[in-house]
């Protein structure tokens, strides 16, 4: 970064911050990558953002275009970019989720920053996963409730710890007079472990009445890999009815954009007339909702199912492997690997050098990221990979090799 002697007060408050992160070694840069790298990075995972098939689909989707659909959006939802094509879209779409009803937004950001922004009224609660999104935490900082609570990260007895705490310190939740929203993700991004939401769901049940606790789960990551033909762990668990709102975004294994929040009709209303991210914003223009619709179909014929198979096949390898190389105790690495296989093809590496572990990677044109803070905390910077279906055995095989290398190399470093 280039170094500024003059220029106004701002720009020299904005380099000194800057500045403090270059020397931290977190200072954000965007980066691009050369064709014909390995990707292990990427949310794609099934592979669909490379498929011949999804693409023909798309093409023949936009071929299609009914008449009373313009190319571009044409405005913000509640004016006029609604369409009868969007109506519908949300309907096939919570009808395949086992939902209620559905209101399509543009991102997974948007959708909890409307959530959480709107939903709590004054005097609830709000309890949340203390790793969970930063939208949402956008969201319940817009709210009208300075009444929330973090429980430690998949703490089953945290969470009942907190629940517990609120009932005690407030006479009123127990009449069902306030609510209670209760927010976790299926997957979470940077560990790629799953909530224990049934534990969650048998809390809620246990410790407050009925129809006041509202477990919302986000189901980002978990579109189209868990549950069958990829609806998401809610589904795959049968607790929709335990759940007031699912948050299923795009922008990941479905390989396009935008976001849809799977609620009670009256909670659509609700959100049509209060969340603002909705109201104040130009609408999905036609290409993305026939992408969405041409990505959803995939998954609703069952031609993802293969895909989803096959990940999974990819993540055991490579957990096998991955304890192979951690029972090599190899010093100055430590694996986050479960002793179970996890359900989710994220795995997270921790390591005291995770921008070198990155960077020899990235050489051999294997593309991993570095996380470090303040996107995790300090002490738990690692490297993440994300798995494809589109990965192949020797890909993998590849990149545990390297990241022994690179054990192998800092070791003899240090000699």
């Known amino acids: 970064m280039e170094k500024k002697t003059r220029g106004s007060n701002l720009e020299r408050v904005l380099f000194a911050t800057l500045e403090r992160r270059r020397q931290q070694s977190t200072l954000r840069r965007l980066t691009t990558y050369p064709p014909g790298s390995i990707d292990f990075s990427t949310n794609d995972f099934l592979s669909l953002a490379q498929s011949p098939a999804l693409r023909k689909a798309f093409l023949g989707e936009l071929n299609t275009q009914p008449a009373q659909s313009a190319s571009g959006s044409g405005g913000s939802r509640l004016l006029d970019g609604n369409s009868t094509y969007a109506e519908q879209l949300e309907r096939d779409i919570a009808a395949f989720h086992g939902a209620l009803d559905g209101l399509l937004c543009n991102s997974g950001f948007d959708a909890n920053v409307g959530i959480f922004s709107c939903l709590p009224q004054p005097g609830d609660v709000v309890i949340y996963d203390e790793y969970i999104h930063a ?65 969650i769901v048998a809390v809620v049940d246990e410790l407050l009445p009925v129809g006041n606790g509202h477990i919302i789960v986000d189901e980002a990551h978990s579109t189209g890999v868990l549950g069958p033909k990829g609806r998401g762990l809610v589904n795959a668990l049968g607790l929709e009815s335990k759940i007031s709102i699912r948050l299923h975004t795009f922008g990941k294994a479905m390989a396009c954009n935008g976001a849809i929040i799977l609620c009670a009709p009256l909670i659509r209303q609700y959100l049509v007339n209060y969340a603002r991210p909705l109201i104040y914003t130009t609408f999905l223009s036609y290409p993305a909702l026939a992408a969405i619709k041409s990505s959803y179909a995939m998954l609703m014929d069952g031609r993802s199912s293969e895909l989803q198979d096959k990940l999974f096949v990819l993540i055991t390898l490579f957990h096998d492997l991955l304890l192979q190389l951690q029972a090599e105790e ?43 803070p303040p996107t995790v905390p300090i002490g738990a910077e690692r490297i993440r990979v994300c798995l494809h279906a589109g990965n192949t055995t020797q890909e993998i095989e590849t990149l545990v090799a390297r990241i022994k290398a690179w054990v192998k190399v800092t070791r003899n470093a240090k000699l």
Not at 143 to 161: E, P, Q
Not at 165 to 185: H, M, Q, Y
Not at 341 to 367: E, H, K, V
Request: glycine share 6%; with cysteine; proline share 8%.
């Open 330 to 372: 190899h010093p100055g690495l430590l694996l986050c690997v479960p002793a179970s296989c996890p359900p989710s093809p994220i795995f997270s590496i921790l390591s005291s050098d995770p921008r070198g572990l990155a960077t020899f990677c990235q050489q051999a044109g294997l593309i991993v990221r570095p996380i470090v």
């Open 135 to 199: 939208s949402v935490h956008d969201g319940m900082r817009a709210s009208r409730t300075n009444h929330r609570i973090a429980f430690s990260h998949n703490s089953v007895s945290a969470f009942k710890l907190a629940v517990q705490k609120c009932i005690d310190e407030d006479s009123a939740l127990p009449t069902g007079s306030r609510n209670v929203f209760i927010a976790v993700e299926a997957i979470y991004s940077m560990d790629g472990d799953v909530a224990p939401l049934k534990e």
